[in-house]
């Protein structure tokens, strides 16, 4: 068909890649399009599409200059438009240069990528509706940048849930769920889009480096079999499947990209599926059993086939070039580094904006060998990650049996409220049983639990940590209602039993703990408590006292002196000072003063009280961070 296509992920943080795009690239070039993908600023964006423009034309204009080595200083100057940008390079003071270079200049300021697009197709992804306004913004964006607005393609998690809000805030009706049906795209078209391999080359051709890139990314089940009320799978994927094909996808992505160390899998319930055994049986076929380990593949030998194979040229180009850096890093002998740095120089191979698909090949016969010298790959530990926790209901000794013949780490057993501890304890003590002691879990707070649950949750993993010789990673995961109005575009949602205060006090804990609890008793008890009367101090506690508990809190530190034995002039006891004030206050006092840290607003004219003693409480939530952080 070849078309132009465009497909675009938001510039948000995101741990794994945007799975839906990356299939989307595999299908439109299987029917002969030319994809591109992009992950930043739109703007800049737009300036890349517009300086491409001007190379081309300055490269007709004269010729016998090698104007791609003036990317950088065209992408600025197109971009901000200050003339001190020019100033360093001769070559503009050539009259008929510095005119096309103003004239595109004025292009861009004109928005003339939008008045003459240049795309037949542009897909967005979307993901938490919490990037309600980047995720909006980039759609409205994007949307200009395709020739007929009926070829926008909008999806993924955010546009499934709340489709009549992002059609109203961008004018683009968005598909809605999976793309699992013949002709989603093209009406004469029989693939099935979700079914096809990622294409993982995608991933090359933008800056952004997904924490978690050198992995698998698929499902071998989809949907799940229950209906719990905070989850937004029964919207997502309604219909359960028992079984998806893996060998077939880890075998085409091996053939063209690579091997990829770890297994990722994004099932929702996969103890639920009646094809459970022959799951885990195809995982350990394609690579992922007991014991498995990893060689990393030959990437300079991939990047080259891709580009004579002319399967994104834009990706495998960058990919060279990065190649190129590494071996220039890892080379010891400073000859040999100079002469390689001659050649690139001379090739225009520096830079992935100067180089060419034919001088990267041509380079081929003296980079392969010092590729090969300075890239000695060894084994390493292969993992399985059911990414999305394992339904604890459902564990059995049968099963947990079975999945310890995969490289699983960690389990994820998800524990979402207190009431299941029975059903929980007992699938941790299997899954232990079967040698299976690398865990973790997701702990939903904010919904409808008490924020001591939160704190009974956490303290019976450490306890199972300790007698089981386990390691039971917790994290705490926020509650966000998805289809709320109020809510949806932020993260403000409080539950019922919950305040803004207490969220803050976890999310002060969480940074210091990185996140996660795992082993450890004395640990937990510092971040938490020791028991839940003084997990809920740490709750009403200035956010400041919590952070910096060592400098504020003296009966901590004579309690863990062994650990601290740093002493500091900052060193105080202005956090027990807090608490006998707090506690002292009369009980309608106390509850006045609770109404008004339950805000956590502290500033100047955001509350009005008259009570000296109240006041007294007040004072020490107005030491801020930054307070303590410029007394240390």
Partial sequence: MNRKVLLVEPNYKNKYPPMGLMKLATYYRMVGDDVRFYK?????????????????????????????????????????????????????????????????????????????????????????????????????????LCKNQDDVMVGGIMSSLLPKEVEEATGIKPFIGLLNTPGDIDSDNELIIDELPLDYSILEEIDYVYPANNAYFAYMTRGCVNKCKFCAVPKLEPQYCDYINLKKRIEFTDKRFGARKDLLLLDNNVLASKCYDQIIDEIKECGFGTGATYSPPNEYEITIN??????????????????????????????????????????????????????????????????????????????????????????????????????????????????LRDIYEKSIRTAVKSDIKNLSNYLLYNFEDKPEELYYRLRLNVELCEELGASIYSFPMKYHPINDKEFFMNRDYIGKHWNRKFIRAVQAVLNSTKGKIGRGVDFFEEAFGRDIEEFMKILWMPESFIIYRRIYDEDLRIRLADRYTTVTEHDCNLANEWWEKFRALAPDKLEKAKTIIALNRFKDGDYVCDDKEINDVLAYYKITRDDTENNR
């Avoid at 520096?350 to 034919?358: D, F, P, Q, V």
């Avoid at 339904?391 to 013949?405: G, Q, V, W, Y």
Wanted: glycine share 2%; charged share 35%.
């Fill in 40 to 144: 930043g600023d739109m703007r800049s964006l737009a300036v890349d599409l517009i300086c491409d423009d001007l190379i081309n034309h300055l490269s007709i204009i004269l010729p016998e200059i090698f104007w791609k080595n003036y990317y950088p200083t065209l992408f600025e100057f197109i971009k901000v438009g200050k003339y001190a940008i020019l100033e360093n390079e001769p070559i503009f003071e050539d009259e008929l240069v510095l005119d096309a270079v103003k004239e595109y200049r004025k292009k861009y300021k004109d928005k003339e990528y939008f008045t003459k697009p240049r795309f037949d197709k542009v897909g967005i992804t979307t993901l938490f509706t919490f990037y309600w306004d980047i995720t909006v913004d980039t759609i409205n964006f994007a949307k200009q």
């Fill in 306 to 419: 891709n580009l004579k194979d002319s399967y994104n040229d834009r990706a495998y180009i960058r990919k060279a070039i990065s190649i190129y850096k590494e071996i220039m890093e890892k080379l010891k002998d400073g000859t040999e580094k100079t002469e390689l740095y001659l050649k690139l120089e001379e090739a225009h191979c520096l830079n992935y904006y100067t180089a060419s698909k034919e001088d990267i090949l041509d380079l081929d016969e003296y980079v392969c060998p010092l590729y090969e010298k300075t890239h000695k790959p060894s084994k390493r530990k292969r993992i399985v990650d059911f990414n999305q926790g394992i339904d604890s209901r459902l564990i059995t000794e049968a099963n947990m049996k079975k999945l310890s013949e995969v490289n699983i780490q960690p389990l994820r057993i998800a524990f979402d409220h207190w009431n």
